[in-house]
């Protein structure tokens, strides 16, 4: 795998401050600075293997997790004026719903997810959806049996919905174990974890590190994703994590 790939995770593009929302402003400049620097942003099974990209140039993989609205509103329109392509990953039995499952900020229970009348125009316009499972539990806390309906079902739903291949599963809050993974990895192309890193040539394609675009919300830090200065601010900050873990 080409040293210079991340997968970036959004969730809602909002100004509430919250841990899990990127104010449209700054998610407005790091697209123009992606842009600017000629740096491509692909799905995540092109970012692990594609001919095409340049091997000694950065790429990344642009992530939305729980679809909310405001990816329809605020992001979308961006994205398509710069070209990028997207991966959103749905709550599949909340579309047109409140967020409003356990353990999402107060400040989003309100929040609007995306209808599938939505989800269905955006998939005509090539964005890649993905599985978030049915209803955003913690998986690893759950039977085998509910787990694998979760995953398995999700799946179902957005394919018969759309009429494509769902090819990638994002596991909420990060929540996996072996056996989650053995499950996805006989259902799913790609799983993206919570797990703060770039992506190694050794990075399991069925849990694979992302980072979260909450650590990059200063402008010093997304301007310099591919150098060492931000390696190691990342390495920090998922030394702390692992002592301390917040995942969305």
Same mark, same amino acid.
């Given at each position: !795998?080409?040293?210079? $790939?991340a ?8 100004d ?14 790091q697209? $123009?600075n ?12 092109e970012?692990?293997s594609?001919?095409k ?60 997810? !995306?209808?599938?009348?939505r989800v269905e125009?955006?998939h $005509?316009?090539?964005?890649e ?13 759950l ?7 979760? @995953? ?5 739903? @957005? ?6 291949p769902?090819?990638c ?6 929540? +996996? ?5 053995g499950?996805?990895? +006989? ?10 890193g ?6 399991? $394609? ?30 920090s ?12």
């Open positions: !795998m080409p040293e210079f $790939r997968i970036l995770t959004y969730h809602s593009l909002d509430s401050g919250s841990v899990v929302s990127t104010a449209p402003s700054i998610f407005r400049s697209m $123009r992606l842009f600017e620097r000629g740096i491509p942003s692909v799905s995540p099974a970012l692990l594609c001919p990209l340049d091997a000694a140039h950065p790429a990344v993989s642009l992530t939305f997790d729980d679809g909310f609205d405001n990816f329809y509103t605020e992001a979308f329109p961006l994205l398509a004026e710069y070209n990028m392509r997207s991966t959103v990953f749905l709550v599949a039995d909340r579309l047109g719903k409140p967020s409003d499952w356990g353990r999402q900020p107060a400040s989003h229970r309100s929040r609007e997810l !995306m209808s599938w009348s125009e955006l $005509r316009a090539g964005v959806f993905g599985a978030h499972t049915l209803t955003h539990p913690r998986l690893a806390e039977s085998d049996e509910a787990a694998r309906t979760e @995953i398995l079902e999700s799946k179902a739903r @957005i394919e018969d919905r759309l009429g494509a769902v090819r599963f994002a596991y909420p809050y990060g929540s +996996e174990s072996p056996g989650l993974r499950v996805v990895a +006989e259902t799913f192309e790609i799983g993206c974890s919570t797990r703060l770039y992506l190694r040539p050794d990075s399991p $394609r069925e849990s694979l590190e992302r980072i979260d675009a909450y650590y990059l919300q200063h402008p010093f830090w997304f301007r310099r994703l591919f150098r060492s200065v931000t390696r190691s601010y990342l390495a900050r998922a030394f702390l994590r692992s002592w301390n873990p917040q995942h969305a």
